[in-house]
């Protein structure tokens, strides 16, 4: 699995032979995929559509992790609009800066505004001229570089460059390789992340040697390191899931650190004074938990996510395992299952046969499927935005869905609108970036993730189920936004199948 020898990633098309394009059934999903069709010849990775409306960027996606990132400055390189969408994220960062009592950092990001001219001549001096005032200016300890389409498409020598600089400035400089044309799966972002921060960031930790060590200290420093566990977070999980998911580790006996989202560099070499990476999310973490067994020996999980009871208490008990704590971890469960089931009671009884519809990440969507069978609520459909090993796992947990309609589609709204109008689902928990359009279908609304909110853990099942109440409750705004601002589809296009566009597989 080395690919750190090369300058970026592969894509996820050819790294885990990702599907972007199937509708159909969950059975038949789940048949295609257990009768091995993700090889290279593979109909999952071989399948397309004919006509596509829109897909993700992996860009765009690779700022919403890197700009969680702290002590860094941002250098953008590519036209002035790449990136625009980064105005948006200055709230959201330093909101969550504040809830881990941290200090709320700026947000610095730079461009180096290529224009006409840049394409025929090149922008390796922009680069240069950037890259210099951001370490002069801002004093930052680390200075990311995000390589778009057009520097990529012209040939600048992004690598070398960066080589260069990194004898001229004081910050570290990492290259991110996040081209939006290289690949159909934004997921690739995450790869691309990880690639630049494993080059350039995970090193032996710099603390302070002493010459002399007691038995009695080295046995401590040996124990605390043997209960030490990495938890790879995601941009979209809040504070709130991240005390929930520190809470049930710690209650068996274990201590937490979480990467990559709001670390300073220094907390990737203190990554390595760990006995196990666990991956909150495999689309997100595998690259990462990969190299780092092959580089520096240290195991991993990736399994299930830990939303829902029974994806959590699965997702509990793989660590627990591998620190010999399983009695403690099953005592945890049995206390939690008590409170959560005292807790669910009115819940399960205002919500039992509402049907729903799921639209997200593919982990985050089948994990918070459980929640709503959990609830006695009725799965009507899933629109996970790709398909690949990761995801099979999660769906042991779901029963009764073999005929559960799945789109699998990073956006694609012309097909979820079609399939909207068919299912006519009582509520929707859809990607928050894609609830522009979502809003119209006069549905209520939950965002199947948050900043804000708490998803994760036990406590997570209980926030879920509280919001979905409070929403179904009232929900006029989707009512009277669907009357008075339709949706762009034609009545010929509800008459069609809404995988007419999806090739044969």
């Known amino acids: 699995m080395d690919y750190l020898n090369s300058n970026a990633a592969p894509v996820r098309e050819e790294r885990l032979k990702t599907n972007i394009a199937f509708g159909g059934t969950a059975g038949e999903l789940l048949e295609c995929a ?246 909150i999310c495999g689309t997100h973490d595998d690259y990462f938990v990969k190299h780092m067994q092959e580089k520096y020996g240290i195991p991993f999980i990736i399994d299930t996510i830990p939303i829902g009871r029974k994806n959590t208490a699965r997702w509990l008990l793989k660590i627990a395992e591998h620190f010999e704590l399983v009695d403690e971890a099953r005592a945890l469960i049995a206390y939690e299952d008590k409170l959560l089931d005292k807790a669910l009671e009115p819940f399960r009884a205002e919500l039992a046969e509402k049907t729903v519809f799921l639209g997200g990440g593919e982990v985050r969507v089948v994990g918070t499927a459980e929640i709503i069978q959990d609830l006695g609520m009725k799965i009507a459909g899933m629109k996970p935005h790709h398909f690949d090993e990761f995801i099979e796992p999660i769906f042991d947990v779901l029963e009764d869905i073999d005929g559960v309609p799945v789109d699998v589609a990073t956006n694609q709204p012309f097909e979820q609108a079609n399939l909207i109008r068919r299912i006519k689902p009582d509520l929707i928990l859809s990607h928050t970036g894609g609830n522009n359009i979502t809003a119209k279908y006069g549905v209520p609304i939950l965002p199947i993730f948050g900043v804000s909110y708490n998803y994760m853990g036990y406590s997570g099942v209980y926030e879920v189920a509280r919001r979905i109440s409070r929403l179904l409750k009232n929900y006029q705004f989707n009512k009277r936004l669907s009357k008075n601002a339709p949706l762009p589809f034609k009545e010929s296009w509800y008459e069609q199948d809404p995988f007419t566009y999806i090739a044969e597989i």
Request: glycine content about 6%; charged content about 25%; overall charge negative.
């Open 34 to 279: 257990r009768s091995g069709c993700f090889g290279a010849d593979g109909c999952l990775n071989q399948a397309r559509r004919t006509f596509s409306q829109t897909i993700g960027c992996q860009f765009t996606l690779s700022l919403a992790v890197l700009y969680t990132m702290r002590k860094a400055v941002f250098v953008i390189h590519a036209p002035i609009g790449c990136g625009s969408q980064s105005v948006g994220s200055v709230g959201i960062t330093q909101t969550l800066h504040k809830l881990r009592d941290e200090r709320a950092e700026p947000l610095v990001w730079l461009s180096t505004n290529l224009d006409e001219a840049d394409v025929i001549t090149g922008g390796e001096r922009k680069l240069r001229e950037t890259v210099l005032f951001a370490d002069a200016e801002f004093r930052p300890e680390a200075i990311i570089v995000c390589n778009t389409c057009v520097p990529s498409l012209i040939g600048d020598d992004l690598e070398n460059i960066v080589n260069d600089l990194q004898t001229q400035v004081s910050a570290t400089v990492v290259p991110v390789y996040c081209e939006g044309f290289k690949t159909k799966v934004m997921a690739t972002a995450y790869d691309a992340i990880y690639h630049g921060v494993l080059k350039k960031y995970v090193r032996d930790p710099d603390r302070d040697k002493k010459l002399y060590e007691s038995d009695l200290e080295k046995a401590r420093r040996e124990y605390l390191i043997s209960r030490n566990v990495n938890i790879l977070n995601v941009s979209s999980m809040s504070r709130a899931d991240e005390l929930e998911i520190q809470r049930l580790l710690t209650a068996i006996g274990l201590n937490v650190q979480f990467l990559p989202c709001y670390s300073e560099p220094e907390d990737f070499q203190y990554a390595l004074e760990s006995s196990l990476n666990v991956a």
